[in-house]
């Protein structure tokens, strides 16, 4: 008894979350077991499965829940906390320190694959009664994964053997802004929701109940898993201009390459099922689609934690790269094996009639989209692959696929307007001239606009390019590059006006069945009515014009120059002139700031003040705060670079980023389009617990865009014109001596 | 019990064997990778950016972009990296530049002091063309594969299918929602007519 009472009295946060995670493995099994036995001829034991399944996905929130409170507690036995939290740090940043670093990212990602689990249990109910059982195993397998990773590799709630540190070291502050709470979330949301859909499908396979049910189950959960790809790929993006001051959106960073990848087979998928449903063709390829997406999240994560290949994003080192191997060997092993035993029951079932069909079309969509997974993929891992077999270290920067992902992506960007003009099976020729007419005259009135005025737009159709190579690849990719930003615009014409074209055609034929509907009320309950396509429409045009803001970067103007206070200097139609340095003290950093007084075309706009924070905890890193002003044509975006504490001469690099606002209009435009697919009916048969997981969906994108747009604004801009920024200023820092002006990192760090 | 006697039956068939098949050769795969070891680094580290980048003209600008900073800094070209190294590495190029050297002579030079890592684009030299021409032979075979595919439904189609006539319901029974669609479609193509 005694032994038991000082049992209890030394047991401690981190044995409980320790034992907690060794819990979740142990009824992860458990339920696997139970579930595996409910699908071979004991089906009294699937009940007892579900429980199971809701009893696991409790533990891993008892999990979560544990490691939230170690944080806001400030419990530094746990090593994880005391290495990315500190006593200082707000409650919003101690939760996202929860997926800061290595460990806890992997529980957070256990907790919304488990999350999912129960939400895709509870909708299926009596429902799937066959599917059921192995969809319960599949994801237990998946969560069984995890809790080993957690209790044998990297336990979040390890102590350390030098004991409990009085205070934290903290998040590292590049991620202490608003976009690591919402970032990494969404994204995660993104990957962890494809589980759903490849447990669909290995239990499809399991069973042979390869019919329209399961198809049908799929792509609603994985629209979502697509959307939240998107919301995390974009808002990634908007991270990486607003914060990192690389000038643009995406660099091609491997990590960035891994999270779009699924994207990609998501796409594909949302594409392609449409032809199994109508058509009972692809059937495999489906299944292929839905197991290659959660292998690519899988793969994605591989890449972040293994540190195989060099990225902004690598975590901390570690050994569980291999882990992931494993693992990606299991899912691919088991998704091809069950593919090639179920082939015979995998035949297509309808017929292929005409090229000019929409099959055909989504068909190519399909090659160019797994095209450009094919190209990415071999270039994301060639560091590897050159070293491993031609013996030779190599890198590549993103000049390489900003010269060979174009042609691919521009190809899949016109079929993605020519798709919706044919009809299913095949077009009529009559009506094929009939739909093409006006998107094409569209596209030529728009390219003939381009190349008349574009130059004097400062939009000039065809732009210089170096060569890449120097060879005639290297010149025929160059030449093909030149005419990007024409053929993108041109196809954006085109594309945009297939959409307005499609919406017409639907809102007139509802108009004559239904008399006195006026356009919007047509328009509405067409939408209404047939949300899947209209929604789809809109995504395509979302699509289009985060294309034209990709286009922008070839307009772009960039400059680095050195300028004393009062020197001015000229980029594109702005002229900035450097008034001065400031520096404001709060209790965590010091901020440098380079006002600059901006004027466009003449007339004066505003005073924007680019910085660098340097903070007491790391002054040899500090980081960089972009200023930019921005109007719908373009960003002048400003870095300081070294700022000299004696002659306060600044370095700053400017770029001038053209239609880059295009892009984040296009995701909000994208984000509206699926939601518009999403949203709930409440028709019969969509009732059950999914219409709430979308309807929460739906709401929780609507909020996360939201705060994306309201936020925006306010950081985009450090001031109103003319006014000095009333942030958040100690008085000591007033008056400051001008030697405090020189902290260690104005000069160039060393190496 | 039944469906195990199933299982059991269906286990002596023929895709059983090609399936494990397949799950071998990928388990066997997978072991040759075991070799992997880890290099990451801490989060963020490669995010440190306190210097400047000075670039004086555009052959300055096509050079730096197309060298890749070697510091330590992860695939940074030098023309973006702002860590001190970048910094005195630029310096040095720059004055190369104006001895009169061609941009090509001072990419040569830098890869061969850092090692052809340090290129931001592979040269398309010997095996490094693997590098665009697999991916591009695996995108000409998948063309390839979906014309196939094309031919050789459209060879079903020609042959006394079961498939049922066009403009009849297709095969499967499907949910309600896309019935509405149909309806649109014949509207719109009546419309169209």
Redesign the interface.
Known sequence: MKELERFFAEFTLPQFGTAVLAAILVAAAYTFALAIGA???RPRLLQAARQGAYGTIALVGVAVLTLAYAFVSHDFRIAYVAHYSDRTMSVPYLIAALW???DGSLLWWLFLTSLFSGGCVLWMRRRYLELQPFVIATLMAILGFFAILMVFAVNPFATSAAGAPVDGQGL?Y??RNFYMIIHPPSLYIGFTSAAVPFAFAVAALVTGRL??EWI?AVRKWMLFSWLFLSIGNALGMLWAYEE????GPWAW??VENAAFLPWLTASAYVHSTMIQ?????LKVWNVFLICGTFFLTIFGTFLT????I?????????????FF??F??VI???S???I?????KLQ????????LSRE?AF??N??GL??LL??II??TT??RI?EWL?E?????????YNQ?IPP?ALTVFGLMGVAPLL????TSP??FK??FVWPLITMGVVAAAHLLTGSSLLFPPFVQV?P????S??HALAGMARAYPFVTVALAAFNIAVVVQEFA??I???Q??NKGENAFEAMFHLVA??R??YGGYVVHVGIAVMFLGFAGRAWGV?K?V?LRPGESTEIAEYKVTYVGTRMEVDEEKRMVFADVDVERNGKPVGRISPA?YIYKATP?????EVARHITAKNDLYLV???VSPQSKVA???MHVNHLISFIWIGVGILILGAIISMWP?L?F?ESGAFSYVRAAGAVGTAVIFGLLLASGGSMAYAAPPRVRPPAAVAPASDGAPASDLAPA?M????? | ????RD?SRIALRR??R???L??GL??A??TS??G?????????????????????NETE??LF??L?CT??C??E?LG?C????A?DRRAELRAMLKEGKSV?QVQDAYSKRF??????????TG??R???L??LA??VA??GF?IS??RS??R??GAP?P?VG?GSA?????????D??DK??D???R??E
């Open positions: 699908g071979t001829g800061g670093g290595q590292n590049q991620l019919d329209n049908v990192l001051g690389w000038g960073d491997p449903e109508r058509r009972g063709m934690r293994s540190g195989l060099a990225s902004v994003h690598s975590f901390a080192q570690s050994g569980i790269g291999i191997v494993y990606m060997a691919a092993a088991v091809i094996a069950l090639v035993y179920r082939l015979p297509s079932e309808g017929s292929f009639e005409s090229p055909a068909l190519a399909n090659w797994l095209s094919v190209f071999v270039a060639w560091p050159s031609l030779r270290k190599s890198t590549l920067g993103p000049t390489f060979w691919l009809g299913w099976r095949k009559e009506l009939k739909s170096d890449l190579y120097e060879n690849l290297g055609r639907g007139r034929a509802r004559r069945t009515k047939s899947r396509r960039d680095e050195s660098k040899e890193a500090p980081s960089t300081i670079g070294m370095a700053f690099q009916d028709a048969e990192s000069a160039p760090s060393t190496p | 019990m039944t469906r195990l299982w895709p059983l090609k399936a494990l397949a799950a990928m388990l795969g997978a990778l075991v992997i070891e880890s290099h990451g680094q801490e989060v963020g580290q490669g995010m440190v950016r306190s210097g400047t980048v000075g670039i004086e600008r096509k972009w197309s890749i510091c330590g992860p695939r070209t973006t702002t860590c001190g190294w910094h090509e090692g052809t890592q340090a290129l931001a684009v592979p040269p398309s095996s490094n693997l590098l665009y697999v991916p695996l995108i998948g063309a979906v595919l094309l439904w459209s079903k189609g299918a498939e066009p297709p095969p499967q029974t499907k949910p309600s929602r896309d509405y669609d649109l479609d509207e719109l193509r419309l169209d």
